[in-house]
């Protein structure tokens, strides 16, 4: 009797325990499903990549088209090719009262009282001066190079104040080249055009002459037109020595700053003159 009750006892605890076994596992539902992982977060945009963006770019160019009083340029007119034209086929002389014609410029030499310095007593004397003037509806960044025969006798030469880098439509300057020698005469050595927009014709502007491969005897008397001089933000000896080494010129330069704000991105050396519309803008320099 003792024996049945016990294997009965048994039993009942076997359909017990698989009972509680059951309810464990059928009871609770499907297991839990794994972590689902985790995508990689996007890296935080830098100070550079904001710098850099077509957004902030684009902001920038009708922020600064307001502040100059001109219509902004659309981003197809910044992207495309600005037209360049090096127009002196040859080295010409020039003699007081003679004058050269090209497509986009009217120069002529003439011989004018101005006044000079020199150990800092002023005088007035006769100066050779180069009277520039832009045939075209256009705006133009232009680079007119003249040699004289005694570069020595123009330290003492006065100046004109005048835009050394830009020509606004029809627009004529004056600048002084020399004290008049002898010869009364001068060398053109080369002469660049690069017809730009209105809003890059103030931004050019603002360059430093003499760091953007001018001479600085002609360019004396730069005169900005609108806003301040451009920071040194590039290094001129990138320039000079890319220069020297036939790597860089003026066109690669007026180039990147008709198109950038000087306050904002700084030539680099890699940077060529555009001629591929569909390049990025703001141009970036390589990592």
Not at 13 to 22: E, K
Not at 61 to 74: H, L, N, T
Not at 76 to 83: H, W
Not at 228 to 235: L, M, V
Request: hydrophobic fraction near 40%; charged fraction near 25%; aromatic fraction near 8%.
């Amino acid at each position: 009797m003792e024996r049945k009750t016990l294997m009965v006892a048994l039993a009942l605890c076997g359909i017990a325990g698989m009972a509680v076994g059951m309810a464990l596992l059928f009871g609770g539902g499907p297991p839990p499903a794994p972590p689902r992982p985790r995508l990689p977060s996007a890296p935080a945009p830098t100070a550079a990549d904001m710098k850099y963006s077509a957004t902030l770019y684009r902001a920038l160019v009708e922020q600064d088209a307001k502040a100059f009083g001109v219509v902004a340029p659309s981003a197809d007119e910044l992207a495309a090719r600005f037209p360049y034209f090096d127009e002196l086929p040859a080295r010409r002389k020039l003699h007081g009262g003679g004058k050269v014609h090209t497509a986009h410029l009217a120069i002529s030499l003439i011989i004018r009282r101005e006044q000079g310095a020199v150990e800092g007593q002023s005088f007035r004397a006769d100066h050779l001066v180069l009277k520039i003037e832009n045939l075209t509806k256009h705006h133009l960044a232009y680079r007119v190079m003249t040699e004289v025969r005694d570069a020595v006798r123009c330290e003492a030469k006065g100046v004109i104040p005048h835009d050394a880098i830009a020509l606004a439509p029809h627009e004529t300057i004056l600048r002084t080249e020399c004290l008049l020698q002898k010869t009364g005469e001068i060398d053109l050595t080369r002469i660049e055009v690069m017809e730009i927009p209105a809003l890059a014709y103030f931004y050019v502007s603002r360059l430093v002459p003499a760091l953007c491969l001018y001479d600085p005897r002609t360019a004396a008397g730069h005169t900005i037109l609108k806003g301040s001089i451009c920071p040194q933000t590039f290094s001129w000896r990138d320039i000079r020595d890319g220069a020297a080494r036939g790597e860089i010129d003026w066109r690669d330069i007026i180039d990147y700053y008709a198109r950038h704000n000087c306050e904002e991105y700084a030539f680099f050396p890699g940077y060529r003159y555009r001629t591929d519309a569909a390049a990025p803008l703001p141009a970036r320099p390589a990592p």
